[in-house]
Structure formats: C-alpha cells, structure tokens
C-alpha cells in the first residue's frame, strides 16, 4: 500500500514538473511572438500600437531589456524625452546585461541627451559606446554630427578621418570641407597664420574649392585691418 503511495506521489511530481515546463515554455513562445509583433509595429511606423506591446513584453518578463530600450526610443521620438532619459538611465543599473544591450542603452542614452540640447553628454554616451568597440561605425557618425553642431571643427576632423579609415575610403573634398569651417573660425579669433595654414592643407586634398581662395584673400585683408 505504501509503495503504491510512493509511486502516486511521483507521478503527481512527474506531472507538475511536465506542465509547469510547458507553461514556461508556452510563456517564452508567447513573449518572443509578442516581442516580434511590436518590432514589427515599430518598423512600419505604428509607434503607439509598438509601445503597447512592448509594455506587454516587459508585463510577462521584467528582465526584457531590449523591450525597456524600445519602450524608451518611443516615449523620445513622441517627445517625451524626459521620461525615454528615466528608462534608459534605469536600465544602467541592470545587471547581466549583454555588450549589444549596453551598446543599444548608451546609444539611445545618446540620442536621448541630444534631444534634451545636452551636447557634452550625449557625447559622453557616443565615446562610452567606442571604448565597447572603437569600430561603431554609428557612434563616430554621431560624433561627427555632435562636434559640428557645437563648432568643434578639430573632433570633427578628427572623427571624419576615423570613419574614412573603418570605411577604407577617403573622401578628400569633405575633409577639405571641413578643414574650410575650422580656418573660419580661427579667422575669428584673428589667428590668421593657423587660418592660411589649414586652408592651404584644404587646397592640398582638393584644389578644385575656389571658395579657399576667398577665404585665404579674406585673412590677408582682415589681418591688414
């Protein structure tokens, strides 16, 4: 009679551990399924529908990183900055994150700063990003953007000649470009010999940009002023 009570409570065992191994596995399939049907929301521009499935994500799995990155890029493209900047942030602090996630965090942390007008951190975050991989083609992109938005035309340079290199392509009419900007900068801080210099360098890399002419004729006449 015993033996038969032993053998009763193992197959209730038995039992319970094959339907709660189901349940987590039907759970997982429902998340992936639900995951997969806000990307495609997102992707075909329906944001509002997007976050209501993410959110659903993060509902049946709190440790869905990537579904809180999403959550947040859509609160920032719906201008609610602020609030995309609280998730992000938060989501430093998760442990067991995987260097894509991290990435992904720092890059929209990124994104999140530049739309709040806080060009020094969102800087911060790009620079985070390549101290992960110094290769990411996007945070130098991004870099790019930054430094020329805030007239910082010697980072500018700087990162545009680290793309060329990752890209193995050099575009000498942008760089040339970009050396323009900075000598008109240093024309107003009337340093007029860094000034010729540096377009005398623009006119090594593309000596077809008359406009250096100009500008070089406009050092000679400032400085005789």
């Known amino acids: ?73 859509i609160l920032r493209e719906t201008n609610n900055i602020n609030k995309a900047l609280s998730i992000h942030k938060n989501l430093l602090l998760r442990e067991n994150k995987t260097t894509y996630e991290t990435v992904q965090i720092y890059k929209n942390l990124s994104l999140d700063y530049y739309d709040l007008n806080n060009i020094e951190k969102s800087i911060l975050f790009c620079k985070k990003i390549l101290a992960l991989n110094k290769l990411d083609d996007w945070a130098i992109r991004y870099l790019i953007k930054l430094y020329k938005k805030s007239n910082d035309w010697d980072n500018a340079i700087k990162y545009l000649k680290d793309y060329f290199s990752i890209i193995g392509k050099y575009d000498n009419n942008k760089l040339a470009l970009y050396k323009i900007q900075r000598a008109r900068y240093s024309i107003l801080d009337e340093d007029f010999e860094s000034s010729r210099m540096l377009l005398e360098k623009a006119l090594d890399l593309d000596n077809d940009l008359f406009i250096i002419y100009y500008f070089l004729g406009n050092t000679f006449a400032a400085e005789s002023n």
């Not at 009679?1 to 987590?24: E, R, T």
């Not at 997982?28 to 329906?46: C, N, P, T, V």
């Not at 529908?49 to 709190?62: C, G, N």
């Open 1 to 73: 009679m015993i033996y038969l009570l032993y053998i009763f409570i193992l197959f209730i065992l038995i039992f319970l551990l094959f339907y709660f191994y189901l349940k987590k596995n039907n759970s997982q399939s429902s998340i992936k399924h639900l995951y997969s049907e806000a990307l495609d929301m997102l992707l075909s521009g329906r944001k509002k529908s997007a976050y209501k499935i993410f959110k659903e994500v993060v509902a049946l799995d709190s440790d869905n990183i990537k579904a809180y990155i999403y959550i947040g890029q």
